[in-house]
């Protein structure tokens, strides 16, 4: 009996003594954080578009579309080639400003993340709707994170010219899809998508 006691104890002592240095609540949510490309969609276009309407008010400038049915495309699209339409959508936002299009590509182009464009003022790619531009960008996503075949016809323009399945997850997108000189281009993306994921869905009123 007295042996017992003294092993409960000494490792009771044991564990008190050991280093234990809690993760960070970054570093945790890093560890879990699904940073894949292709996947399933989890935010609902209602949140998708909810979050855009809270971030930008008063200057949505998109064409021959709203909010609510361009992010149903996304995730529709995005289910058909397998990647993830919702982070899509977040890559979408961080590429017009959340539509308010303050840089080169204008809203008619249906262009919703600047392919083919270079800065100083070229336009890149024109589409002629934006089921026709979520689809290409969708495209372009699924030829750098894999190498299936589209299960789509292929409307993207730059297809071609990818290394197919070099650039698997978000963060890889970095430099390939964008020369940003500063942060990572999909963390950032990773970023908004996690902001987009917390908000609520609106309460319609009874």
């Known amino acids: 009996m007295m042996k017992n006691w003294l092993v409960t104890c000494l490792t009771v002592a044991l ?18 954080e699904n940073r894949s490309i ?7 276009p209602q949140q998708m578009a909810d979050f ?3 971030k930008n008010p008063h200057n949505v400038r998109l064409e021959g579309v709203t909010v609510e049915e361009l992010a149903k495309l996304f995730i529709i699209i995005g289910a058909k080639e397998g990647v993830r339409g919702d982070v899509a959508f977040a890559q979408a936002l961080k590429e017009t400003g959340y539509f308010s ?14 392919i083919g464009t270079v800065g100083k003022g070229v336009k890149g790619h024109f589409f002629r709707s934006p089921h026709q531009g979520v689809t290409a960008q969708i495209q372009h996503l699924k030829a750098y994170a894999s190498k299936d075949d589209l299960n789509m016809t292929r409307v993207d323009p ?9 650039a698997t997850t978000w963060p890889a997108l970095h430099r390939k899809w964008a020369m940003q000189p500063k942060g990572n281009y999909g963390t950032e993306i990773l970023s908004i998508y996690r902001e987009m994921e917390r908000t609520q869905l609106r309460v319609a009123k009874k």
């Open 15 to 32: 564990l008190l003594l050991s280093p234990f240095v809690p993760l960070s609540s970054a570093e945790a949510s890093s560890k879990k």
């Open 38 to 44: 292709m996947g399933s969609s989890t935010v609902t």
């Open 52 to 54: 855009v309407k809270r």
């Open 101 to 114: 299009y303050k840089g080169d590509v204008l809203p008619r182009q249906h262009n919703y993340s600047g």
């Open 158 to 166: 730059r297809f071609h010219y990818v290394k197919r399945g070099s």
